[in-house]
Nanobody
Framework: QVPLIESGGRLVQAGGSMSLSCAAS????????MGWFRRAPGKEREFVAA????????TYSDSVKGRFTISRVYAESTVVLQMNNLKPEDTAVYYC???????????????WGQGTQVTVSS
């Protein structure tokens, strides 16, 4: 069973906005830090954003800082990535993941979703 399920990926024009959601499945991640990563075609997976279990701290990659916002919706056990002013270079498969502490290091994340495709046309 996949522990995290992403949704919301779609095709959008450059300059547009999109919201991705990540829902827990089969277990609770209330006390885990949650992160978003992405993998573009032909590229390595890269860190996008992360948030602590309390929601009190967030960290972003330089490429998305000021455009993306990560948040938690505890009542729904979901993590949301709001993406504004999207660029063609944001095109990638976006993955949600859970770790025991706030980090940008992908190998520190214990649980992963299967990803959702985001495509930004120019």
């Amino acid at each position: 069973q996949v522990p995290l399920i992403e949704s919301g990926g779609r095709l959008v024009q450059a300059g547009g906005s999109m919201s991705l959601s990540c829902a827990a499945s089969g277990r609770s991640f209330t006390y885990y830090a949650m992160g978003w990563f992405r993998r573009a075609p032909g590229k390595e997976r890269e860190f996008v954003a992360a948030i602590t279990w309390s929601g009190g701290r967030r960290t972003y990659s330089d490429s998305v800082k000021g455009r993306f916002t990560i948040s938690r919706v505890y009542a729904e056990s979901t993590v949301v990535l709001q993406m504004n002013n999207l660029k063609p270079e944001d095109t990638a498969v976006y993955y949600c993941a859970a770790a025991r502490a706030l980090t940008a290091a992908s190998d520190a994340y214990d649980y992963w979703g299967q990803g959702t495709q985001v495509t930004v046309s120019s």
